[in-house]
């Protein structure tokens, strides 16, 4: 089998919260023990309950946090940011985008520039070709070139969620993590953001890392899914065993909490 | 009387590309105790149409409205006083991203505290009690210790449901909820729905549920409004809209349920209206 894009192994990650002012302070740990691996052109979807630590390892995947303990492998190549200095190499290899896209997003940075600065910083692209992408990647998400000179005040939250994803795209990363990306976009967007991310994923083999609650989303764009519970992963497996045979007790109850958008579910409330 | 009464509301920023009309003469209203949906296209004006009714765009936007009535009181003309004492005690607002509304310089129990002080009669020791009572309601595990923390060390999740703490606390007449449940997962997001349905019930007060989560509709709505490009495209009760949608926006919203994917491509909007 070809080597794995990413290789997680044993990965924890404690915070330490100080206690007020006579307070003891406290370990929270958030990640105890994680393995696993994803090969290229393939996406791992990651599920599991507010709090249990997915954006925490999203930060460590994407080498932003440093993990507490265990080794991360990128391309067979162990990296801690702990202790040596990311290269430009790496960093254009490895995307995040984030859960909260308003935070991650410099209010007094026009939205071309937003999107310009990766290719600025780790490129030789001139002025008048980073533009022209920039503005082919504002029309792949659903906006358009007048938007080009806004801030990112002046967006709708589901079109801030959309820059966030295309100035992730714009060095074609090897490896993308997406924490929650189309959760606060309406259908119609949310199938174009989907769509593009899957046709990406065929013409240049991308690798996905797929944080989401949404299990109508996971089921489509999935190869396998990844189930945390509380800092752990209680179940690995492909989508369609998963879906087929849920194991684990949150996963079980998971699938059967999703809401039913039908006639005969609205008619059932109604009557009560 | 309707306690929300809308009449054609506009809205228009300046940009740099000229004036750019977000809200087209929308009008709506809800009645006390009423589940008011708003779904509709990213960018179509859900949020910008709320937050003129609280007052809160940028100087850069320019509101004309013929009618914006809260309770029989006239919101265009409320000074900022009158404005702030309505806002918080009658109206609350869940926004659409939690992490930018909590102050990050104040932990989650200063920050509940504060609202409850501003809008409550109740003394030290009851909102203490209130606030974990709070907490609890909106299944943030170990409320005690969670006083404490700062939005920065709270998950995405977290942040949301402090948020609907904060919004629900001092029992407001009408509350909006700009997409409440985005970031939680199907067990917590029904916990929620179920709290907010409750005191809905309870209390009658009037919700207006702005979501892009068609099962999330059919769970809680009475009614529902379709937006489109800053217009109100349809509006119906909501088993009508699910049984006969009219329009065809209506319609491709949902079909673009991923469920309802066929082959490997999902429907968008598209293929459903022309531009
Ligand atoms: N900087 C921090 N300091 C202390 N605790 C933290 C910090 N960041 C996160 N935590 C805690 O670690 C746990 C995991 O948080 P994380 O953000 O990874 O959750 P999540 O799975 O992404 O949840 P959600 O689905 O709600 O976004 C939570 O209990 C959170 O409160
Ligand atoms: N300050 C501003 N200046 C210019 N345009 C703005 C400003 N604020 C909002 N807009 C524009 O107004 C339109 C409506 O925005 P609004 O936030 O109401 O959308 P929405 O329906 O809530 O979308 P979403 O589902 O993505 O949150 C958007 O096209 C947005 O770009
Ligand atoms: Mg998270
Ligand atoms: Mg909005």
Do not use: W
């Given at each position: 089998m070809t080597q794995p894009v990413l290789k997680a192994e044993n990965i924890t990650r404690d915070y330490h919260v100080k206690g007020g002012l006579w307070g003891k302070s406290k370990t929270v740990n958030a990640l105890k023990g994680i393995n696993f691996e994803v090969h290229e052109g393939k996406t791992l979807a990651i599920v599991g309950e507010s709090g249990c630590g997915k954006s925490t390892l999203a930060r460590i995947l994407t080498l932003i946090d440093p993990a507490t303990s265990g080794d991360l492998k990128i391309d067979g190549q162990s990296i801690n940011i702990a202790k040596t200095k990311l290269t430009p190499e790496l960093r254009q290899k490895v995307q995040i985008v984030f859960q909260n896209p308003y935070g991650s997003l410099n209010p007094r940075q026009k939205i071309g520039k937003v999107l310009e600065e990766p290719l600025l910083l780790n490129t030789k692209k001139t002025a008048g070709e980073?533009?022209?992408?920039?503005?082919?990647?504002?029309?792949?998400?659903?906006?358009?070139?007048?938007?080009?000179?806004?801030?990112?005040?002046?967006?709708?939250?589901?079109?801030?969620?959309?820059?966030a994803i295309a100035r992730a795209l714009m060095l074609t990363p090897r490896l993308l993590v997406l924490d929650e990306p189309v959760s606060a976009l309406d259908l119609s967007v949310q199938a174009q953001i989907l769509n593009l991310l899957a046709d990406l994923q065929e013409e240049l083999n991308l690798t996905y890392v797929f944080i989401s609650h949404d299990l109508s989303v996971v089921k489509y764009i999935a190869d396998e899914v990844l189930v945390m519970y509380f800092g752990e992963v209680v179940e690995h497996r492909s989508r369609d065993e998963i879906f087929a045979n849920p194991q684990h007790e949150y996963t079980q109850t998971l699938f059967a909490a999703t809401p039913r958008a039908d006639v005969e579910s609205i008619r059932e409330r109604l009557s009560n | 009387m309707s306690l929300l009464e809308i009449e054609n509301l506009r809205v228009e920023f300046d940009t740099s590309s000229g004036v750019f009309r977000a809200l087209d003469g929308?009008?709506?209203?809800?009645?006390?105790?009423?589940?008011?949906?708003?779904?509709?296209?990213?960018?179509?004006?859900?949020?910008?149409?709320?937050?003129?009714?609280?007052?809160?765009?940028?100087?850069?936007?320019?509101?004309?409205?013929?009618?914006?009535?809260?309770?029989?009181?006239?919101?265009?003309?409320?000074?900022?006083?009158?404005?702030?004492?309505?806002?918080?005690?009658?109206?609350?607002?869940?926004?659409?991203?939690?992490?930018?509304?909590?102050?990050?310089?104040?932990?989650?129990?200063?920050?509940?505290?504060?609202?409850?002080?501003?809008?409550?009669?109740?003394?030290?020791?009851?909102?203490?009690?209130?606030?974990?009572?709070?907490?609890?309601?909106v299944g943030i595990p170990d409320p005690k210790?969670?006083?404490?923390?700062?939005?920065?060390?709270?998950?995405?999740?977290?942040?949301?449901?402090?948020?609907?703490?904060?919004?629900?606390?001092?029992?407001?007449?009408?509350?909006?909820?700009?997409?409440?449940?985005?970031?939680?997962?199907?067990?917590?997001?029904?916990?929620?729905?179920?709290?907010?349905?409750?005191?809905?019930q309870q209390t009658k007060m009037a919700l207006i549920m702005i979501t892009h989560d068609m099962g999330v509709v059919a769970q809680t709505a009475d009614r529902v409004i379709v937006q489109y490009k800053g217009k109100l495209m349809e509006e119906a009760p909501v088993?009508?809209?699910?049984?006969?949608?009219?329009?065809?926006?209506?319609?491709?919203?949902?079909?673009?349920?991923?469920?309802?994917?066929?082959?490997?491509?999902?429907?968008?909007?598209?293929?459903?209206?022309?531009?």
């Open positions: 980073r533009k022209k992408l920039a503005d082919e990647m504002l029309v792949k998400v659903g906006l358009g070139p007048e938007h080009y000179h806004r801030y990112p005040h002046m967006f709708s939250g589901g079109q801030r969620q959309r820059i | 929308v009008s709506y209203s809800v009645d006390p105790g009423e589940v008011l949906a708003i779904v509709g296209e990213s960018g179509s004006g859900k949020s910008v149409a709320m937050l003129a009714l609280m007052g809160l765009l940028p100087k850069t936007a320019k509101v004309s409205a013929d009618k914006l009535l809260f309770n029989g009181q006239d919101l265009k003309t409320l000074n900022p006083k009158q404005r702030r004492k309505l806002i918080g005690s009658e109206i609350a607002m869940i926004f659409q991203e939690p992490i930018a509304s909590l102050n990050p310089c104040f932990n989650v129990g200063f920050q509940l505290n504060e609202a409850l002080k501003t809008h409550t009669d109740l003394g030290k020791a009851a909102r203490r009690d209130r606030c974990l009572e709070l907490l609890n309601d210790s969670r006083l404490k923390s700062y939005p920065h060390q709270m998950s995405g999740g977290q942040c949301q449901r402090v948020m609907i703490a904060m919004a629900i606390a001092c029992s407001p007449k009408l509350l909006i909820a700009d997409e409440p449940t985005t970031a939680l997962d199907v067990t917590i997001q029904r916990q929620i729905l179920e709290l907010l349905m409750n005191l809905q088993l009508d809209l699910f049984e006969s949608p009219k329009n065809p926006y209506t319609k491709a919203l949902l079909s673009a349920l991923p469920e309802n994917a066929t082959g490997d491509r999902l429907p968008t909007v598209a293929d459903f209206v022309q531009a």
